[in-house]
């Protein structure tokens, strides 16, 4: 019998119980996860999703771990294979959008708040070599959100200059690491100084109170405009985005946690010539060249907190609280 934590319905408790111990089937592997770790996608879950499952679904997109065993279309070589998880499962053929069998592990298949996890051997990567089995679950869904909306959906260029909303949150902070490494102007928002002075500390030229009335002004005769703004709050803040963009500026949101978004100004958008881009976790090529752009500048995840299977419930809390800086992290085993 191994343990998982089950989503039981909305706002219940997430529940750990014992379960039997799955076997991979025809293409699959058995992953013995040593680390999960927890998004902002769990919690919507948990909060929104109704159970069409009476039995309940184990939540979790992002995991490392070890190959246990194989089904019998896999190759036996993978055993002992210390691997990374992509939770983007059944993307398409199109690389512009999802196709309509995607969905994002964890809901509604099971996913990796558990000691084992079965998954097709497609899923599955090396893990990087400097990265440790906690920082390696810390990648998957928010770096290759980051990256996509980045790289394919806002094109960013060296030297550009880039705003990155609501830092502390893993997605942001990846966008906030890899926009540095390339070489982009930083600026961030929080409504945190102690996340802004952090967020100084890994790179950012600057920073401002997203609650303070005036902090657009601010933004704007500090930065002189952006050229590109990762958005993952949307909410009532929107609307004064397209003021603060440079001609051809280009805006990618992926978040909805500060709400809908009310009226925009058309005129701002079409006579600045600005772009808005929504984006949605990302294709395997993506998550390979997300892999390569880590490994080839060792960067490090950042780690607010690690905390034991059984103490899921708390670090759903911690989340909530809207007080960590970094991803959340489970130990499995």
Do not use: C
């Not at 119980?17 to 089937?25: D, F, H």
């Amino acid at each position: 019998m191994i343990r998982a934590a089950f989503y039981r319905g909305k706002d219940l408790p997430l529940e750990i119980r014992e379960i039997k111990k799955p076997k991979p089937l025809k293409d699959q592997v058995l992953v013995k996860l040593r680390n999960a770790a927890l998004n902002h996608r769990d919690i919507w879950i948990w909060r929104e999703q109704a159970l069409s499952n009476s039995d309940g679904i184990v939540l979790g997109s992002d995991g490392s771990g070890i190959i246990e065993a194989v089904g019998e279309d896999a190759d036996p070589l993978l055993i002992g294979m210390e691997v990374i998880i992509n939770p983007s499962l059944e993307w398409g053929n199109n690389p512009v959008v999802q196709g309509d069998s995607f969905r994002i592990l964890g809901y509604p298949d099971h996913g990796t708040f558990s000691d084992y996890l079965v998954i097709s051997k497609k899923y599955v990567f090396e893990k990087p070599e400097h990265l440790t089995f906690a920082e390696s679950a810390a990648v998957p869904l928010a770096a290759l959100t980051a990256y996509r909306a980045l790289f394919t959906k806002a094109r960013l260029r060296a030297n550009e200059k880039v705003l990155i909303t609501g830092i502390g949150a893993g997605t942001a902070l990846w966008a906030l690491q890899f926009a540095v490494q390339y070489k982009a102007r930083v600026y961030v928002t929080s409504g945190s100084e102690e996340k802004i002075s952090k967020a100084k500390a890994l790179g950012a030229l600057g920073g401002y109170l997203y609650r303070d009335p005036d902090w657009t002004n601010q933004a704007f005769k500090e930065a002189g405009g952006f050229d590109i703004v990762i958005d993952s709050a949307g909410g009532e803040s929107f609307a004064k985005l397209p003021d603060l963009m440079l001609p051809g500026g280009r805006i990618a949101i992926f978040g909805r946690t500060a709400g809908n978004i009310p009226s925009l100004s058309p005129r701002t958008i079409y006579w600045k010539q600005l772009s808005i881009f929504g984006t949605t976790m990302g294709t395997r090529d993506e998550f390979l060249s997300m892999l390569d752009f880590i490994e080839s500048r060792s960067i490090k995840p950042i780690i607010d907190s690690v905390y034991p299977l059984e103490q899921l419930n708390d670090a759903i809390n911690r989340m909530e609280s809207g007080n960590h800086f970094g991803k959340i992290v489970l130990q499995i085993s």
